[in-house]
């Protein structure tokens, strides 16, 4: 097992001089997180897609062992009937992100707070989901924000596909605590600013607890400091990183 413990994204100006030396290159941020992080959620895929160039890009900027989750596009996430998405999800796949190579970690699927659970809908997104893409083993952690999801049935129906429900540590969103994969995708997204590292060291030692407590098993664990006071997220990841 691993733990990746990281941030979302890479690209923040008030991270420029907090987290990136003064006057470090912009263009090497990437590379820079790449040595203090071991992971990174991109969030540019949700919103557009990408060349497959510009992962091969982001792959070379990182060591062996870290690992990069992809947010699945808009397009697959926010719609009525979710079944319907296959073009949308195979437009996302084939859009050049195995290029990420061993580095690739998890597919990130992130549902609006609006969309509730619809049984037979949801079963026939899960299905659309493949396992594989271009030879390359695929993961998918499935990000819910709507009560209706705390129904046995969805549960149940990612346990049977190996899929993970993201544990959501939100003072938004309802947190889904359910072991369904043989991997863990955490968010945690309560950083404070008058806190030098984000979290306390009391909560720090929690969630290093926490992880190490999801990763028995052989269970990959991927935990990703999101929103909250966004300035202090490298640090917290940094922080509980050195704990580990």
């Not at 809908?121 to 990000?143: C, M, N, S, V, Y």
Request: charged share 30%; aromatic share 12%; hydrophobic share 40%.
């Amino acid at each position: 097992m691993t733990i990746h413990i990281g941030i979302g994204g890479w690209t923040f100006e008030p991270w420029r001089g907090t987290f990136y030396p003064p006057k470090h290159p912009q263009k090497r941020e990437l590379e820079y997180a790449g040595q203090h992080l071991t992971g990174i959620e991109i969030n540019g895929t949700y919103y557009s897609s990408q060349k497959p160039e510009t992962f091969a890009s982001w792959a070379a900027a990182v060591p062996d062992g870290f690992k990069f989750s992809v947010k699945a596009s808009r397009f697959c996430t926010n719609r009525k009937v979710l079944k319907d998405g296959a073009a949308s999800i195979e437009k996302f796949l084939t859009q050049g992100l195995t290029r990420l190579g061993d580095r690739l970690g998890p597919i990130h699927w992130q549902f609006m707070a609006t969309k509730k659970f619809d049984r037979d809908d949801f079963a026939g997104f899960l299905d659309l989901l493949p396992d594989t893409q271009d030879g390359l083993k695929l993961r998918h952690a499935i990000e819910v924000r709507n009560e209706s999801f705390r129904d046995p049935a969805f549960a149940e129906m990612l346990r049977d596909r190996n899929m993970a429900i993201v544990y959501a540590d939100s003072d938004e969103f309802p947190c889904i605590d359910e072991q369904t994969a043989d991997f863990t995708y955490a968010r945690l997204q309560r950083s404070q600013e008058d806190v030098e590292t984000g979290y306390d060291d009391k909560a720090l030692d929690q969630w290093g607890a926490r992880a190490k407590d999801w990763a028995k098993g052989d269970r990959d664990v991927f935990l990703f400091f999101i929103s909250g006071a966004k300035v202090r997220n490298p640090a917290a990841a940094q922080a509980l990183i050195a704990k580990l």
